[in-house]
């Protein structure tokens, strides 16, 4: 079975469809492994799981998602935070920026408001507000 292209070279949804043939392909041969299983192990708890195939998200969009939805995305459990929503709203939105205009905003926030965002103290929007300059 090939999956190759010519021009080509291992792009995602090349490989999205050759995980796609694959799986397409071991479904059938997994169906008639169940049914042995079934008859040889009729009082026996098992399952066979089909794994899905990879997701691919754009560079561009990845940068953009929190931690928290990347998390989501990859199957895991959330964090325990000590950062507010907002804090990893900022910290996303800053991600974001080129790093020289990341350093001129960091530059204009407040100690408290860098350590609210690294989740070090409590935010406190009056203080925030406050040291907005």
Not at 1 to 24: K, P
Not at 41 to 55: A, Q, R
């Amino acid at each position: 079975m090939g999956f190759s292209t010519e021009g080509q070279l291992g792009n995602n949804q090349e490989m999205l469809n050759a995980i796609s043939l694959v799986q397409n392909e071991i479904n059938g041969k997994q169906r008639v492994i169940q049914r042995i299983f079934k008859k040889l192990l009729p009082d026996g708890e098992w399952t066979v799981s089909t794994l899905s195939p990879l997701k691919v998200i754009p560079p561009e969009i990845w940068a953009m998602m929190t931690d928290e939805e990347k998390r989501n995305f990859g199957g895991m459990s959330p964090l325990d935070s000590t950062r507010s929503k907002e804090a990893d709203k900022t910290l996303q939105a800053l991600n974001t920026l080129p790093s020289y205009v990341r350093s001129k905003v960091m530059d204009a926030m407040s100690a408290a408001q860098i350590l609210a965002l690294a989740g070090l103290l409590p935010e406190n929007s009056s203080n925030n507000a406050d040291n907005q300059g």
